[in-house]
């Protein structure tokens, strides 16, 4: 009976042999030896949540067949090692980055600078060194910025050494012809960009004639692509603060040339 109540006889026990019970179990185990009856009912598995992501040996398998192989072919494994395949068997897959721990200000520009500049880079210096919660959106900035304009239709954008930001809103999300970073948001519907009325500088001709609209279906799948990617990278950042806290970063000023 103690057993079926969730009890776990430990021998060694600093006063004596006897029976371990998790706090929440008090009453049950109370009852029990008052001489009620106690009803044990079982626990309801949880119904397992249907796989979404490609498995280790489809991702090894996907890369092979872009001529990957011996150490390059493990290094993408394991830095795309997460990733969905849409409707379309198009596959997108979310970046695993190392920790950035490495963080650098400049000050000035063409040489040139003023007392004023370099106190704000010294001081954004001083900020990284001692507050955990920089190194947090540092790390985890890009994952959040894709599944907020995957929920929200927007992402941020940052300037200067605050927190000051303005939001750039998106209306569609169109995939590539690649399986790397394949996800591109655009404020412009799909004819505007292949018609040419509109071009992105930092998009080429080419690039554009390859994109293809996703639906809302794939879309959903996507989010959850990047809400796990941001969960996992979360827990590492996590992991390494309580590991090493802020004893390992490295940040500099520069004057900028």
Same mark, same amino acid.
């Given at each position: 009976?103690?057993?079926?109540?969730?009890?776990?006889?430990?021998?060694?026990?600093?006063?004596?042999?006897?029976?371990?019970?998790?706090?929440?179990?008090?009453?049950?185990?109370?009852?029990?030896?008052?001489?009620?009856?106690?009803?044990?009912?079982?626990?309801?598995?949880?119904?397992?949540?249907?796989?979404?992501?490609?498995?280790?040996?489809?991702?090894?398998?996907?890369?092979?067949?872009?001529?990957?192989?011996?150490?390059?072919?493990?290094?993408?494994?394991?830095?795309?090692?997460?990733?969905?395949?849409?409707?379309?068997?198009?596959?997108?897959?979310?970046?695993?980055?190392?920790?950035?721990?490495?963080?650098?200000?400049?000050?000035?520009? *063409?040489?040139?600078?003023?007392?004023?500049?370099?106190?704000?880079?010294?001081?954004?210096?001083?900020?990284?060194?001692?507050?955990?919660?920089?190194?947090? &959106?540092?790390?985890?900035? &890009?994952?959040?910025?894709?599944?907020?304009?995957?929920?929200?239709?927007?992402?941020?954008?940052?300037?200067?050494?605050?927190?000051? *930001?303005?939001?750039?809103?998106?209306?569609?999300?169109?995939?590539?012809?690649?399986?790397?970073?394949?996800?591109?948001?655009?404020?412009?519907?799909?004819?505007?960009?292949?018609?040419?009325?509109?071009?992105?500088?930092?998009?080429?001709?080419?690039?554009?004639?390859?994109?293809?609209?996703?639906?809302?279906?794939?879309?959903?799948?996507?989010?959850?692509?990047?809400?796990?990617?941001?969960?996992?990278?979360?827990?590492?950042? &996590?992991?390494?603060?309580?590991?090493?806290?802020?004893?390992?970063?490295?940040?500099?000023?520069?004057?900028?040339?």
């Amino acid at each position: 009976q103690l057993k079926s109540l969730g009890g776990r006889f430990n021998p060694r026990l600093s006063c004596g042999a006897g029976w371990v019970f998790p706090k929440g179990k008090r009453a049950q185990v109370a009852a029990l030896f008052d001489g009620g009856s106690v009803t044990v009912t079982a626990s309801r598995k949880k119904e397992k949540e249907p796989d979404i992501f490609l498995s280790k040996d489809e991702v090894r398998q996907i890369f092979i067949s872009e001529g990957d192989e011996g150490s390059y072919l493990d290094y993408m494994c394991k830095t795309y090692g997460l990733g969905v395949r849409l409707s379309s068997g198009y596959v997108v897959m979310a970046e695993n980055r190392p920790l950035e721990t490495r963080f650098c200000f400049g000050h000035g520009f *063409c040489g040139i600078t003023t007392q004023e500049d370099e106190d704000r880079a010294y001081e954004a210096q001083h900020n990284a060194d001692t507050n955990p919660d920089y190194f947090r &959106e540092e790390n985890l900035r &890009e994952l959040r910025g894709m599944v907020q304009a995957l929920k929200e239709g927007k992402r941020e954008r940052k300037w200067g050494y605050k927190d000051d *930001c303005e939001h750039v809103y998106l209306q569609k999300c169109y995939i590539g012809d690649s399986v790397r970073r394949s996800l591109y948001f655009s404020p412009y519907t799909l004819d505007d960009l292949k018609s040419g009325r509109i071009r992105p500088d930092y998009m080429t001709n080419e690039s554009i004639q390859n994109l293809t609209e996703i639906s809302d279906d794939d879309k959903a799948l996507v989010t959850r692509l990047y809400e796990k990617a941001l969960a996992d990278r979360t827990r590492r950042v &996590e992991t390494y603060l309580k590991k090493y806290g802020l004893s390992k970063l490295t940040t500099w000023t520069y004057l900028s040339d």
